[in-house]
């Protein structure tokens, strides 16, 4: 595993937790909230770059995914 991979798993981990601490709801069910996000698909491609940003960072970006339906990245 390469050093961008692993940013990602630890990244996705992270927000799969907070959403589990949040949302008080089970473990595989916080994976299918983040895996059919598009914040998930743009995380996964490594051109984006997101994988840079911090795990709170990028859940703070799927919350308002998921709140508003759609995927904005803020200005930082």
Do not use: P
């Not at 390469?2 to 949302?23: F, H, K, M, P, S």
């Amino acid at each position: 595993m390469n050093v961008v991979d692993a940013l990602i798993e630890g990244v996705t981990q992270d927000i799969i937790a907070y959403l589990v601490e949040d949302r008080a709801i089970e473990v595989e069910e916080a994976m299918i909230i983040f895996y059919r996000s598009v914040l998930c698909e743009k995380l996964l491609n490594k051109i984006t770059g997101l994988y840079r940003e911090s795990s709170a960072y990028l859940y703070e970006l799927l919350k308002d995914e998921l709140a508003d339906g759609k995927f904005i990245q803020k200005e930082i």
